[in-house]
């Protein structure tokens, strides 16, 4: 009998989201539980596609932030079994800051060193959503680059290249692919599926997405990521 054939599964993701991250490591968990996906990790600029999709960070509405930072996320990260804690000053992170430099870097690193991306990208979130640490500055860079074993010269090349013009046009090409697949936040799930894409939005979606794979949700912990949270 033939083996099924692989389905593609795009995650569109910003590190300055905690609901990417969320996403982010049950979809590389299930890279090797579900057979037939094949995982590709697309980093894009959030502001980028709220400001392009009319949209309004959840988190601007006194109420749902006050939920989502007291309740919402960090019941998220209990149950899915990712260390999210929220930092002293979410609006610094998510607003003041934001994550466009950030984004620029992963992409750096992403065209030359594409085996680097997950791992990098993991240590941002685990410096921004976990440790209360920066995600905004050459150091920051360098330290969250070292963390993960990548050698300071790829880091300080990417670091050199992240306002050249061919990183800048990666970035603006994955927001605006997910923008014209319909996104309008993240995280953003998009499967492939006989030739279709399907957009599945949020960190709450797995069993339907699964659905589309015709695979098996297994909940949170179907198989933990290799790399130690």
């Given at each position: 009998?033939?083996?099924?054939?692989?389905?593609?599964?795009?995650?569109?993701?910003d590190?300055?989201?905690?609901?990417?991250?969320?996403?982010?490591?049950?979809?590389?968990?299930?890279?090797?539980?579900?057979?037939?996906?094949?995982?590709?990790?697309?980093?894009?600029?959030?502001?980028?596609?709220?400001?392009?999709?009319?949209n309004?960070?959840?988190?601007?509405v006194?109420?749902?932030?006050?939920?989502?930072m007291?309740?919402?996320?960090?019941?998220?990260?209990?149950?899915?079994?990712?260390?999210?804690?929220?930092?002293?000053?979410?609006?610094?992170?998510?607003?003041?800051?934001?994550?466009?430099?950030?984004?620029?870097?992963?992409?750096?690193?992403?065209?030359?060193h594409?085996?680097?991306?997950?791992?990098?990208?993991?240590?941002?979130?685990?410096?921004?959503?976990?440790?209360?640490?920066?995600?905004?500055?050459?150091n920051?860079?360098?330290?969250a680059?070292?963390?993960?074993?990548?050698?300071?010269?790829?880091?300080?090349?990417?670091?050199?290249?992240?306002?050249?013009?061919?990183?800048?046009?990666?970035?603006?090409?994955?927001?605006?692919?997910?923008?014209?697949?319909?996104?309008?936040?993240?995280?953003?799930?998009?499967?492939?599926?006989?030739?279709?894409?399907?957009?599945?939005?949020?960190?709450?979606?797995?069993?339907?997405?699964?659905?589309?794979?015709?695979?098996?949700?297994?909940?949170?912990?179907?198989?933990l990521?290799?790399?130690?949270?």
């Amino acid at each position: 009998m033939a083996a099924p054939m692989k389905k593609t599964v795009e995650l569109f993701y910003d590190v300055v989201s905690p609901y990417s991250w969320i996403a982010f490591e049950v979809l590389t968990r299930y890279r090797s539980v579900w057979g037939n996906m094949d995982l590709k990790l697309r980093p894009f600029f959030l502001g980028g596609v709220m400001n392009e999709s009319s949209n309004r960070p959840p988190a601007m509405v006194p109420a749902k932030g006050a939920y989502m930072m007291k309740y919402d996320i960090p019941r998220l990260g209990t149950y899915y079994q990712v260390p999210i804690k929220i930092p002293k000053n979410p609006a610094e992170v998510m607003f003041e800051k934001g994550s466009l430099t950030a984004m620029r870097f992963i992409t750096a690193v992403d065209i030359d060193h594409p085996e680097c991306t997950e791992n990098l990208s993991r240590e941002l979130w685990m410096r921004a959503w976990c440790r209360d640490e920066g995600i905004f500055n050459q150091n920051d860079f360098l330290e969250a680059a070292k963390k993960v074993g990548i050698s300071e010269e790829i880091a300080k090349n990417a670091l050199a290249k992240i306002k050249d013009d061919d990183v800048k046009n990666r970035l603006k090409k994955n927001t605006t692919e997910a923008l014209n697949y319909g996104t309008f936040g993240a995280p953003t799930i998009i499967a492939h599926v006989n030739n279709k894409p399907e957009l599945v939005f949020g960190s709450d979606r797995f069993p339907i997405l699964a659905m589309l794979l015709e695979e098996e949700w297994k909940g949170p912990q179907a198989e933990l990521s290799k790399c130690k949270l």
